[in-house]
């Protein structure tokens, strides 16, 4: 078994990326209490102990890899009954999909910059694609990779037409919530119309929603008949979350009948290649452990009640929100704000970078006496919006013209009236300049995004701490929201 070498430098403890939780008022003790504290090599991580040749109920021959991260790879995983029904139960769903067949279930486009067709599985469609969703599968597969089981999965069926594009990459790594309120242990997929499943949202009074994570991925090929190399369409790994000359690679090929079952770690970067030869077809199987025992936390527009009970949906919770801590300066925390953005809401229409330094240093003929020098000021208020807005146009806005069209998708710089003007004696030198570089900068990005169809633009407030000042400022980035201009400053 060939494996590629193993980069020991890849885990060095500035690459790490934090742990992700909500940063508001009570919600942030109770998910700072709940978040598993990943780090590489640790939970929900897979033993790494584990004999080769492990069998599971379907058969086939399992084998462990370490490189770039732990993973298992089978081939001829189910017998030639078993794979042959299963092909069948999936290209009938198809069928229904392309519209030569009359049926109940029909995939949909998949979410984002995704060119693939997604149609998550419910418990009786589940049971068409046995032996994946059955508790003897599932006890095998947590068995396999160490873990306690838990019956609790959640399942999808994947197919990429020919020529889909790349996907970007990322990990699976996030919380997944299930109702609870009828307290069963039998396996359960994720009753998707009494809550959100990655938020936790009620969709239903009587709805009690457990926050779970998940710990692997399984991902079963087939229908892929005749598929060779430069076809495409395999799943790559990756050591890091962006490809370079020193990251680590692996290409796992879409092999009829077989499966390829990786951790669920912040660490486990991977992503579709496109398929330039013929469709990828795929059944996506996610494992779940680490049950928390909690409810979703209490922050406004993401949970159901309120003190009053309403009897009605509020219009407040039509759009969920999804609050992230992160450290702007750490290439990984953007990366991750980017990847659980992308699980939450499938897509980002919009950037809005209000996040600034706004303390005035002092006068410029003082600097050289100055212990606290400016330099983060510069970086934060002017460097990192243009950094992150370039992150999610890689990831998600890049050969996507018509897309980013069609969802008006945009920038927009919060800035300030004191990168326009200079006001004397009040030490805001380099705050202003930070500021003025902030709009010289949106004017460059809106140039060069102008031909990907996505709008640049910035508004320049004075101070406004008042409510009234507030909600002028709001109106303001909700018509540039809306609008149509780009590369304007606004003030």
């Known amino acids: 078994m060939d494996e590629n070498k193993t980069n020991s430098e890849r885990y060095k403890a500035e690459t790490r990326a934090p742990d992700t939780q909500s940063v508001q008022g009570k919600a942030n003790q109770i998910w700072t209490n709940v978040r598993p504290s990943f780090s590489p090599r640790t939970e929900p991580q897979l033993q790494s102990d584990l004999a080769l040749g492990k069998r599971l109920p379907g058969g ?11 993973h298992f790879t089978a081939n001829n995983v189910c017998d030639l009954d078993t794979y042959n029904e299963l092909c069948h139960q999936f290209s009938l769903v198809q069928e229904t999909t392309h519209g030569t067949r009359d049926g109940k279930f029909k995939m949909k486009p998949a979410p984002g910059n995704n060119d693939g067709l997604i149609l998550g599985l419910t418990d009786s469609l589940a049971a068409n694609f046995a032996p994946f969703f059955t ?3 599932l006890r095998s597969l947590a068995e396999l990779a160490a873990l306690n089981y838990l019956p609790r999965v959640e399942g999808a069926l994947h197919s990429n037409p020919q020529g889909s594009r790349t996907g970007w990459i990322h990990t699976d790594c996030c919380s997944a919530w299930f109702d609870e309120s009828q307290g069963t242990e039998k396996l359960m997929l994720p009753p998707r119309g009494r809550c959100s499943y990655f938020t936790g949202l009620k969709k239903n009074r009587d709805a009690k929603p457990i926050e779970y994570v998940r710990a692997a991925t399984m991902i079963f090929y087939l229908c892929n008949d005749g598929w ?4 495409g369409g395999e799943t790559a790994i990756y050591s890091e979350n962006e490809e370079r000359d020193s990251t680590e690679r692996k290409f796992i090929p879409p092999i009829n009948n077989s499966a390829f079952l990786f951790e669920c770690s912040p660490y486990s970067f991977h992503r579709f290649i496109t398929n330039p030869g013929r469709p990828r077809n795929s059944i996506i199987l996610f494992n779940l452990i680490a049950t928390y025992h909690h409810t979703a ?3 406004p527009s993401t949970v159901f009640a309120t003190e009053t009970e309403p009897a009605e949906p509020l219009p407040d919770n039509a759009n969920t929100h999804c609050l992230i801590q992160a450290d702007l300066n750490k290439r990984g925390d953007i990366q991750n704000i980017i990847d659980i953005g992308m699980n939450h809401f499938g897509r980002i229409d919009a ?4 996040a600034a330094d706004i303390k005035f240093h002092g006068h410029l003929r003082d600097l050289w006496q100055a212990d606290d020098y400016p330099i983060s000021q510069l970086q934060l208020n002017s460097v990192i919006p243009i950094q992150l807005a370039s992150a999610i146009y890689q990831n998600c806005w890049k050969k996507s013209s018509a897309d980013n ?3 008006n998708r945009c920038v927009i710089n919060v800035s300030s009236i004191s990168g326009l003007y200079v006001f004397e004696e009040r030490g805001q030198a380099f705050y202003g300049v930070s500021k003025a570089a902030m709009n010289m900068l949106t004017l460059y990005l809106s140039l060069e995004l102008a031909p990907e169809n996505v709008r640049v633009n910035a508004i320049c407030p004075s101070q406004f701490k008042g409510k009234s000042a507030t909600r002028r400022v709001s109106e303001a980035i909700k018509q540039l929201l809306t609008g149509n201009q780009t590369g304007e400053i606004i003030t």
């Open 60 to 70: 086939g021959r399992w084998r462990k890899h370490t490189s770039p991260f732990l």
């Open 135 to 137: 508790e003897k599968w």
């Open 351 to 354: 950037v809005i970078n209000a």
């Open 405 to 407: 069209a069609y969802w």
């Open 228 to 231: 060779q190399h430069g076809d």
């Open 297 to 299: 936390p209490d922050i």
